[in-house]
């Protein structure tokens, strides 16, 4: 992961990152953003997405573009033998960037499960919160009120201190 355009550089309200999936990775789950819109764009290999709420499936190859935007479903991964090089571009992005500083320095130390995500789970809840993302499969009612009580017990026991470390640019906080 590379930041291109690091979202301190226009207050939050966009960042470019690059990302390089090796073969066979998962990328993310199926999810939305209640208030980020995204646009993907592959430089080199096959990027795999999933738009839409009725889970269409689309290919993305070098110099393809996908605009995804605010509440559409999507999820993305490298099926294919080779790896893949895409950018997103992310707006508004100061919450996002801190997601996946926080998500990336939890990778490299060994604290993410099999899945790639935190084994803690007070710092998933402060990461999700931060993202703006929202899992598909759980009503959002529900999803809301569950990550909103974990962040305040993260918040009772500073477990976003933690975190802190992976941001080495200021950002959006939660407290």
């Not at 999507?74 to 571009?89: A, G, L, P």
């Not at 931060?130 to 918040?155: E, Y």
Request: hydrophobic share 40%.
């Amino acid at each position: 992961m590379t930041l291109l355009h690091p979202s301190h550089q226009s207050q939050g309200q966009y960042a470019k990152i690059r990302f390089d999936l090796p073969p066979g990775a998962k990328g993310s789950p199926l999810h939305y953003h209640t208030e980020m819109n995204e646009t993907f764009t592959v430089l080199r290999g096959c990027l795999d997405m999933e738009v839409g709420r009725q889970g269409d499936r689309r290919p993305l190859r070098p110099g393809e573009r996908l605009y995804v935007p605010a509440g559409m479903h999507h999820s993305f991964c490298n099926s294919s033998d080779d790896w893949v090089t895409f950018t997103t571009e992310n707006r508004p992005a100061a919450g996002f960037e801190q997601f996946i500083r926080g998500l990336y320095g939890l990778a490299i130390e060994g604290k993410v499960n099999a899945a790639g995500m935190p084994t803690n789970l007070l710092q998933l809840a402060i990461l999700l919160k931060l993202s703006d993302t929202i899992p598909v499969g759980v009503p959002r009612p529900l999803f809301k009120l569950l990550l909103n009580s974990l962040v305040w017990v993260a918040q009772g026991f500073n477990v976003e201190a933690s975190l802190l470390k992976y941001w080495s640019q200021p950002g959006k906080s939660l407290t």
